[in-house]
């Protein structure tokens, strides 16, 4: 099982309040961490937490940042031999957190922006050997679109995670495989406001499966073969950050291991419902014995109350 991240890294700066502040408002703080963040290394430490191997390409900055991103995922076993080192900072991300677990987030791309065309080609032979490359887009589009093509090219799947949200050229959308918006980010993308519209709309753009996340109701599905609404598990949710980009590690895991789309998505819900349950970004991922643990607690539950019917 190999997945290949292809994308940003930061370190998270998280201040933790009662609200979030309105415009012009100043409010005071009543916790602050630091802790490694950016969607593409959330979703290769969430891959690799549930037993993927997984190689990490992107770009950190030549700076302590930098090093402790690089240092913690080899701690994790992540293979970080294809990360580029260069003379900028670190990518960084302002995480504002309230206390019901909503958040508001300002992402300085930094490093992120120097992940370009000639870093996708260093790594085709990773891209060629990966089960499955996962893409989202706080690195340059144009790399993206150009990385997304050179895995069609080879065969290897591709799961494209919108975010941030931007209008995608038919080109990425006809040569993804999945792509895996929440709710706001499929009406950037589709136009349409309706959810089974917006889906609709990326299947008849090319895509070949659409995965909608819906916050604490779980996932939409749909393909041109099936349509399913996947509910997630209920969890009294401390901090949402990270919950989507663990979502699509756990996607890419359970499709790698065989799983069926409606078992990959059962999986891949409590996977992001764990993650909401703790504070911080990489700190918040769950490891695989967590998500078993809450599988067996589910089923059991389920055989019983099948049992009484």
Known sequence: ?????????????????????????????????????????????????????????????????????????????????????????????????????????????????CVNKEIIDKNEDAIIKADFVIFQLEIPIETVEYGIELAKKHNTKVILNPAPAKILSDNILRNVDIITPNETELVIISGENDLKLGARKLLESGVKEVIVTIGEKGSYYLSNEKEILSESIKVKARDT???????????????????????????????????????GAEKSLPYREEVNKILEIKYNKQKVFELIK
């Open 1 to 113: 099982m190999n997945i290949v991240v292809i994308g940003s890294m930061n370190m998270d700066y998280v201040l933790t309040t009662d609200n979030l502040p309105k415009k012009g408002e100043t409010i005071h703080a009543i916790d602050f961490k630091t802790s490694i963040g950016g969607k593409g290394a959330n979703q290769a430490f969430a891959a690799r937490k549930l037993g993927a191997d997984v190689v990490m390409i992107g770009s950190v900055g030549n700076d302590d940042n930098g090093r402790k991103i690089i240092n913690r995922m080899n701690e994790v076993g992540i293979d970080t031999s294809r990360i580029e080192i260069v003379n900028t900072e670190t990518g960084n991300a302002m995480i504002t957190v309230d206390n019901n677990g909503n958040n508001t987030i300002i992402v300085y791309g930094g490093a992120n922006k």
């Open 241 to 279: 950050t990270a919950a989507g980009d663990s979502f699509n590690g756990a996607l890419a895991v359970a499709i790698c291991e065989g799983k069926c789309i409606e078992e990959a998505l059962e999986f891949s819900n409590v996977v992001g419902a764990l993650t909401t349950t703790k504070s």
